[in-house]
Each structure stands twice: as structure tokens, then as C-alpha cells.
């Protein structure tokens, strides 16, 4: 069974950068997608960006100059680093198999930007 | 890029069924069939109910069904049962390789 679990700070001071990691259990890293999606409080899903096992991302447009996405295959982790940070940017941040068809999700990790 | 257009809430008594809607543009929902519908109660990860328009992953009850036409996708739910009652994101692939969300629709069981 393929497991997901997310780690990183929960507190981050704002114009800071935020890094999360993903660790990939139960199954390898190579031959998917891997996405980082966000949800802020009381709000609804928005797509961060894909990354694909050979190291071949995407971002959300909205996000681009402030994201890296990366991938290590040999720690079967990839990460997100998000600089910059705003209040707007609080919110659970998951990390999830797939780029479309997101079939395993981690439990989420609540970041929340404030100084 | 926008995001993709649901009803913010949508209802139905147990037994009944009930369709969510989900409208993008050709450069999405119109334009490939990797549109995705899933499954959110609070405090929880979404679960995936349904990709590429239409399958269902193992485990997934066949009362859920997708469909799409033209810009828009459709998510159906037969013979409602009150552990449906959640919040139901949509989301799609994109000509510009990105993935864009709907902005969710909360179902209640009356």
C-alpha cells in the first residue's frame, strides 16, 4: 500500500520560504507523477505543481516565479519550496500521487504564515 | 488560469441521485478526457472517485459514475446514501501542461 506523508514547518514568518517534503512509502517514486496541492482555511483545492519521477515539472502559473518543485529518487522524496511567503499562502498543503489522477494523497500538513 | 465552474452546493434525499456539474473550456475539460472527480469529508485528504472522465478506481461503488460533453463534466451519484454527504472537487488537465480544480460543491443528504 502506498503511503504519502508530508513534513516541513507549520509556522513560517512572511517574505520567508517555505520547504516541504513528501515521503513516498509502500511503493517507488519512479515511473509517476507527483503532485503538491493546497488548500487554504474554509476553501476549496488549487494545484501547486507536478514534478514527474525524471525530474520534469509544472507549476501553477499563479505560483511560478516563487516555486520549485524537485524530485530524489534515491531518498524517494520529492519537495516543494515556496519563497516569498504571503498570509495568502496559509493553508494544508498535500502531497499526492498522480498529476491528474491523484489516486494517493498524504494526510496534509497545515502551514500557516504569520509572523 | 481559472478555475473550473461547480455549483457551490447541490442536495438530494437517500435513495435519490443527484449530478454535479463541472464546466471548463476547450482548453481543458473540452479538450481531454483527464478530468478527475474526487471525494472530500472534514479534516480529510480528497479520495479519488473517478478518472479520465469516466472510470472508477478499485473500491469505488458503482452508484458513482462520470461523464462529460463538449466543456462539461458531470459527476453522478444513484441511490444516494446519507455517507455521501461531503464536498466533491473536479479538476482537469490543461493545454498549458498544468492541472487546474473546480471550486467545489458541497453535497448534503437531506
Known amino acids: 500500500q502506498v503511503q504519502l506523508q508530508e513534513s516541513g514547518p507549520g509556522l513560517v514568518k512572511p517574505s520567508e520560504t517555505l520547504s516541504l517534503t513528501c515521503t513516498v512509502s509502500g511503493g517507488s517514486i519512479s515511473n509517476h507523477y507527483w503532485s503538491w496541492i493546497r488548500q487554504p482555511p474554509g476553501k476549496g483545492l488549487e494545484w501547486v505543481g507536478s514534478i514527474h519521477y525524471s525530474g520534469s515539472a509544472n507549476h501553477n502559473p499563479s505560483l511560478k516565479s516563487r516555486l520549485t518543485i524537485s524530485v530524489d529518487t534515491s531518498k524517494n522524496q520529492f519537495s516543494l519550496n515556496l519563497s516569498s511567503l504571503t498570509a495568502a499562502d496559509t493553508a494544508v498543503y498535500f502531497c499526492?500521487?498522480?498529476?491528474?489522477?491523484?489516486?494517493?494523497w498524504g494526510q496534509g500538513t497545515l502551514v500557516t504564515v504569520s509572523s | 488560469q481559472s478555475a473550473l465552474t461547480q455549483p457551490a452546493s447541490v442536495s438530494g434525499s437517500p435513495g435519490q441521485s443527484i449530478t454535479i456539474s463541472c464546466t471548463g473550456t476547450s482548453s481543458d475539460v473540452g479538450g481531454y478526457n483527464y478530468v478527475a472527480w474526487f471525494q472530500q469529508n472534514p479534516g480529510k485528504a480528497p479520495k479519488l472517485m473517478i478518472y479520465?472522465?469516466?472510470n472508477r478506481p478499485p473500491g469505488v461503488p458503482d452508484r458513482f459514475s462520470g461523464s462529460k460533453s463538449g466543456n462539461t463534466a458531470s459527476l453522478t451519484i444513484s441511490g444516494l446514501q446519507a455517507e455521501d454527504e461531503a464536498d466533491y472537487y473536479c479538476?482537469?488537465?490543461?493545454?498549458?501542461?498544468?492541472?487546474?480544480f473546480g471550486g467545489g460543491t458541497k453535497l448534503t443528504v437531506l
Open positions: 479520465e472522465v469516466s
Open positions: 479538476s482537469s488537465y490543461t493545454s498549458s501542461t498544468t492541472v487546474v
Open positions: 499526492a500521487r498522480g498529476r491528474s489522477m491523484n489516486d494517493y
